[in-house]
């Protein structure tokens, strides 16, 4: 297990046991109240992610990195004498489920705090019930803007998009020489909405950089062949795709199919054995920016 996993869980047990606190901003919303201290023997934390569908590659080692740290962490003696307690559901990668999971958590199951959602999405769903209840909720891959801003019992432990994209993008006019570039945003999902225009953002500020092509998709959908012969004729250096890996791959499968040598680059929605598995040879040379 990795020490950052570790020290996540660490840190979420410490601060729903109330051992840290501490207000993040001053100019948050009034701070809720802090849920009650752990009753009883445990310490109940609530994995909120997908165990099933299209995001399950992101949800199923979050909730085996949260057991593997929960196990360690207990055999060392838990924490201020209390075992750790993982509580667990799967949201389906649906936000109205991860709505619901989020409040069964807080009003059946009594967590002191939650790790995940690992998407954008449906942890800017779960951040306001969670901030409400005095619940601390703690996501490894909320990458995108609006999640911590909703308030002080909200946190997250990943590289922000606001901070790697532009790092890419002049990675890419720098380094690769790249001048042309293409965005493929899913407009169902407010992850890739908001990595789009952080690529739109950073872009805009490097000179030897354009945007030739910027075409929508929606999550689900299965043939891009008229998006990737509107790509196609731009002749970019590299399609910046702001999705999840199922749909990345198709994507890719399809440039190469008519012909577009074009490679591929994305957050973190694309890092998933998965986007090999169903892109082949297709997403070779395809790169993704996460931390």
């Given at each position: ?78 924490i201020l004498g209390k075992k750790i307690e993982i509580i667990e559901a799967d949201n389906r990668g ?15 199951d009594g967590v002191t705090a939650i790790v995940g959602d690992p998407t954008t999405g449906i942890t ?125 791959a198709l994507i890719m499968k399809e440039a190469r199919k008519q012909g577009l040598k074009a490679s ?28």
């Amino acid at each position: 297990m990795s020490f950052k996993k570790m020290s996540a869980l660490l840190l979420v047990a410490m601060l729903a046991a109330g051992a840290v606190g501490c207000k993040k901003k001053e100019e948050a919303a009034a701070p809720a109240a802090p849920a009650a201290a752990p009753a009883g023997n445990t310490v109940k934390i609530g994995f909120l992610g997908a165990l099933t569908g299209d995001v399950a590659m992101f949800g199923k080692p979050t909730l085996e990195g949260m057991k593997m740290a929960a196990e360690e962490l207990n055999a060392a003696g838990g924490i201020l004498g209390k075992k750790i307690e993982i509580i667990e559901a799967d949201n389906r990668g649906d936000k109205q489920e991860g709505a619901s999971v989020t409040q069964k958590f807080i009003s059946r199951d009594g967590v002191t705090a939650i790790v995940g959602d690992p998407t954008t999405g449906i942890t800017k769903v779960a951040a306001p019930i969670a901030q409400k209840a005095g619940v601390v909720l703690l996501s490894a891959g909320a990458t995108g803007p609006g999640v911590v801003e909703v308030g002080d019992f909200i946190y997250r432990d990943t590289l922000l998009d606001s901070i790697a994209i532009p790092a890419c993008i002049e990675y890419f006019a720098k380094d690769l020489k790249y001048k042309k570039v293409a965005i493929i945003t899913s407009d169902n999902n407010d992850y890739s909405v908001g990595l789009s225009q952080t690529f739109r953002d950073a872009a805009a500020k490097v000179p030897d950089i354009k945007i030739v092509a910027d075409e929508k998709v929606k999550d689900g959908d299965k043939d891009f062949s008229a998006q990737i012969t509107n790509i196609k004729g731009k002749k970019p250096d590299v399609i910046l795709f702001s999705g999840y890996y199922t749909e990345g791959a198709l994507i890719m499968k399809e440039a190469r199919k008519q012909g577009l040598k074009a490679s591929m680059f994305g957050g973190d929605g694309l890092f998933s054995p998965k986007f090999i598995e169903l892109g082949g040879p297709a997403v070779e040379g395809s790169m993704s920016a996460l931390g």
